[in-house]
């Protein structure tokens, strides 16, 4: 009894340090992780546990779960669109299933941006043709529907990017776009919605219409739907359409809005970061270099200006692209064009320290990838492959490391950086690089 009671004690302790990264935005959807051990230093050489080759180029984040990497992707060759499982241990490909032709809708990105998404039993991969795929974890086709097929054409100008959500036992799928047609896409009158589906079987458990008074590109958005408990209400948030709205999980019910950001009805603000939350505030971040704004949660109905906890001031707090990072109670901003990181208190907004993330020689390109942290370091990867290392734990912005990851060929990286079993798993346009403990 003893000696099984010390296995369980070790087994669970393993459990808690092994944190899986099983969605885009990690276990406690905010970026963040518990994880520990993790590389502060490395090379495309140095630190390297594996190093995989990848058919082609994606903006999706990889999840992990165990000893399986999930990577959804395109092969560039054949233009087929692929989902992926990798051996953790080694990077061998454990399995491989091609999903079907057709890889790019415009030149900046392709299908595969969705990230996948699992609980361990079973993994989703959701493309931007509106392909749905279950499968195994030995990769058995479970189940498979069209989501455009079945509610529509999707009306986007440009790629359809929105990963699915796992989360209180529902699949959960965000279509925020234009209510017209855009270059041939879309129907007469499309609604932006809410779709919750049964994960075991794929089949819709509720649709919620999402209604918005904004106008021609700003009605896109690329986010995902965020899951968040406050004060015993577990709600889903969810960002674009000039607004930001919070919803029951069990029914899509809306249950409080706030907007707008975009007064004025500017028709080409379409919205990219997902939302954040964290001490009891959800943040929307403007787009085109507007402004953040902390909403308090609790709250019930349509919301006036006093359901805003702040809105940042200093210019320098803008996020266009990616999402901001949660770790510790404080909120981390990324102005990816600015090339600036800001640590950010969230009760008033106050930046307690900012910093710029240096260009290296022969680059000028910005972030769109958003932050990940963990172990008190924060990583993040540029559009060349240039991955910084940010210290969480200090007081001032301080760089701890720089590597150039990315090949002279990539451009426009996208992939945030899972953490994970101790390791951090890299995407560049053609590698996928596990740095770490082997």
Partial sequence: MKQSLILFAGIFCATIHAANW??????????????????????????????????GPSGSTPVVFGDTVFVNSIDGTKKTRLAIALDRKTGAVRWQQEIGPGVNQDDRSNFSSPSPVTDGQVVYFYYGNGDLVCFDMDGKKIWARNIQKEYGSFAYQWTYAASPLLSDGKLYLQVLQRNVPVNGRGGSNNDSYLLALDPKTGKELWKHVRPSEAVAESLEAFSTPIPYSH?????????????????????????WRWGTWNPQKIGHWRLVPSPVAGAGVALACGPKNAPIYAVKLGLNGKLDDSAIAWQSTERDVTADVPTPLFYKGKFYVLNGGKRKMLCVEPSNGKVLWSGDLPVPAGSRSVFEASPTAADDKIYVMDHKGNVFVVSAATDAFKLIHTAA??????????????????????????????????
């Fill in 22 to 55: 099983s969605q885009w935005r990690g276990p406690n959807f905010d970026g963040s992780s518990t994880e520990t051990g993790l590389p502060a230093q490395f090379t495309k050489t140095e630190n390297v546990a594996w190093v995989a080759p990848l058919p």
């Fill in 231 to 255: 004060n015993g209400r577990r709600e889903l948030l969810v960002v674009g359409g000039d607004c930001i709205t919070g919803h029951d999980p069990a029914s899509g019910k809306e249950l």
């Fill in 405 to 438: 990851m990315g090949e002279d060929t990539d451009r426009d990286l996208r992939s945030s950086i899972p953490l994970s079993q101790g390791q951090l798993f890299i995407r560049t346009g053609s590698k996928l690089y596990c740095i770490g403990k082997k």
